[in-house]
């Protein structure tokens, strides 16, 4: 209906147009004539002629203009008669002619949109139940990971109690066997009738190695430099070498060492614990009688450099194994074997390094291993030999 509408204003148009196209050129025309016929009247004779034949000239163009104007809008209307009384009336026909889905077809086709949505619905369906079930998979697996986890977490705190006891166990085992040496000399001097003083000196001594234990036991509470460990320091470090030379000529594995101690001056100032330096030199001794099978040669010296004082602990036994000297300060790291924690270095080093100090080692040219322990000076000794040596 819309299209016939629009085709009936189309044809209007046009003949309207052509209409006015028409009354134009009847106007231009009366015009030429009238024009002519006053040029005849106003300029009679030859030149009256030349311009009544340009005028008739004029008229000729404007009339065949007019005639083509007039002729195209009259094929633009019998174009537009055509498509209104042949294409039109011949594309509704055509359109009739194409087949119409019958009510049955739409409602096979409904049909098959419906089974075509419930396939998809039951595609979703079990993907949801594949996802769900993909999920109570990953939970079950997060679940073992916790459980796993949590056991590997308990390992480790096992593991780490575990490594504290050895350490205990180790740091205690010189001075419990001072302990028990001293109690057993106490005893055989108590059967023999020995002198009081005697008797005396093994009951300083198991005294002095039970509050060892004690202080180690302690430390285990205290963070950093323990307090426990501060009433002794700072020390006199050819003082406390004096005393391990003494402990080892008791202690079990050192009874048959050869021990010499030099020292240069009768006073060397450490700002550390007696304690902990003693832990450590006894400590340095203990491995060179392992080292040389309790039969070897032990030499300490101790010097002063600078602002630091500086022990060293030399065996002449089999010297440092091959590779870097660094690795015998590790954790678990023994040149004993199964008879060795590889701890006692590790500790050494680790309270060396708690007061500003050092402890390395290296092989000798001569022979066996070195051990260095270098401490600092207390701060009053430390100005005075800064100004010494300034």
């Known amino acids: 209906?819309?299209?016939?509408?629009?085709?009936?204003?189309?044809?209007?148009?046009?003949?309207?147009?052509?209409?006015?196209?028409?009354?134009?050129?009847?106007?231009?025309?009366?015009?030429?004539?009238?024009?002519?016929?006053?040029?005849?009247?106003?300029?009679?004779?030859?030149?009256?002629d030349?311009?009544?034949?340009?005028?008739?000239v004029g008229a000729e163009v404007a009339l065949w203009l007019g005639l083509t104007a007039i002729g195209a809008l009259g094929l633009a209307l019998g174009l537009a008669l055509l498509r209104l009384g042949l294409v039109g009336p011949l594309e509704r026909l055509a359109r009739l002619a194409q087949p119409h889905p019958s009510p049955a077809d739409s409602a096979n086709e409904l049909l098959r949109i419906e089974d075509v949505l419930q396939s998809l619905r039951r595609d979703l369906g079990r993907d949801q139940a594949d996802l769900h079930a993909q999920l109570g998979a990953a939970q079950a697996l997060r679940d073992v990971a916790e459980q796993a986890v949590s056991h590997l977490q308990q390992a480790d705190r096992l593991a780490l109690v575990g490594r504290v006891a050895v350490g205990v166990?180790?740091?205690?085992?010189?001075p419990l066997a001072v302990l028990v040496a001293s109690l057993d000399m106490l005893r055989q001097y108590e059967q023999d009738g020995a002198p009081v003083d005697d008797r005396m000196r093994c009951v300083e001594r198991a005294e002095q190695a039970a509050q060892r234990i004690h202080t180690i036991l302690a430390d285990l509470s205290e963070p950093g430099l323990h307090q426990t460990r501060q009433k002794d320091r700072p020390c006199d470090l050819a003082a406390v070498a004096l005393r391990v030379v003494q402990l080892a000529e008791i202690h079990p594995r050192c009874k048959q060492l050869q021990l010499t101690l030099a020292a240069g001056e009768s006073s060397h100032p450490a700002d550390a614990s007696a304690s902990h330096v003693e832990q450590i030199l006894l400590n340095l001794v203990v491995n060179a009688a392992d080292a040389t099978a309790g039969l070897g040669h032990v030499h300490l010296s101790i010097t002063q450099e600078d602002t630091q004082q500086v022990i060293a602990v030399a065996d002449d036994g089999p010297g440092l194994p091959a590779g870097d000297p660094?690795?015998?300060?590790?954790?678990?790291v023994s040149t004993k074997g199964q008879a060795g924690w590889g701890l006692g270095l590790a500790v050494s080093r680790r309270i060396a390094q708690g007061y500003g100090g050092t402890l390395t080692a290296q092989s000798p040219p001569a022979g066996g291993a070195e051990f260095t322990l270098r401490l600092p000076m207390p701060s009053a000794q430390r100005r005075r030999s800064r100004i010494q040596h300034a």
């Open 1 to 48: 209906m819309w299209a016939r509408r629009r085709g009936f204003s189309a044809l209007l148009w046009t003949l309207v147009a052509v209409l006015l196209a028409a009354g134009s050129l009847g106007s231009l025309l009366l015009r030429q004539l009238a024009d002519v016929a006053g040029q005849q009247l106003v300029n009679p004779g030859q030149n009256a």
């Open 50 to 56: 030349a311009a009544l034949h340009g005028q008739w």
């Open 169 to 174: 166990a180790h740091e205690v085992g010189n």
């Open 326 to 332: 660094e690795r015998l300060f590790e954790p678990f």
